[in-house]
Nanobody, 125 residues
């Protein structure tokens, strides 16, 4: 069973930064992809970013490109979030799934079947 633990959320002013961490046993397996997702109150879950443990392929949703960076170190996936905006406020969760194909990771939440608990990010204006 793949386990995931997300942390690092908090309250930050607009323009500030946070770094989320996702510690996961999935990284002991080569062909897994790890995704970060967020869900704001009253909105659907949204794929934010993902990374393939197979070959390092990454994905970012358009609204975070240039501001968020996903990276891996040992058994932890980081999401560095810079220049945060109030619209980034949400519960952020990480998820893992076996990699479907090379040079690709999925930003679609229904692809993933292993989820950690969320961490709340609140960006004040």
């Amino acid at each position: 069973e793949v386990q995931l633990q997300a942390s690092g959320g908090g309250l930050v002013q607009a323009g500030g930064s946070l770094r989320l961490s996702c510690t996961t046993s999935a990284l002991t397996f080569a062909h897994y992809e790890i995704g970060w997702f967020r869900q704001a109150p009253g909105k659907e879950r949204e794929g934010v970013s993902c990374i393939s443990n197979r070959d390092g392929a990454t994905y970012y949703t358009t609204s975070v490109k240039g501001r968020f960076t996903i990276s891996r170190e040992k058994n932890t996936i980081f999401l560095q979030m810079n220049n945060l905006k109030p619209e980034d406020t949400a519960v952020y969760s990480c998820a893992a799934e076996r990699s479907g194909r090379p040079r690709y990771c999925s930003g679609y939440h229904l692809t993933y079947h292993n989820w950690g608990q969320g961490t709340l990010v609140t960006v004040s204006s």
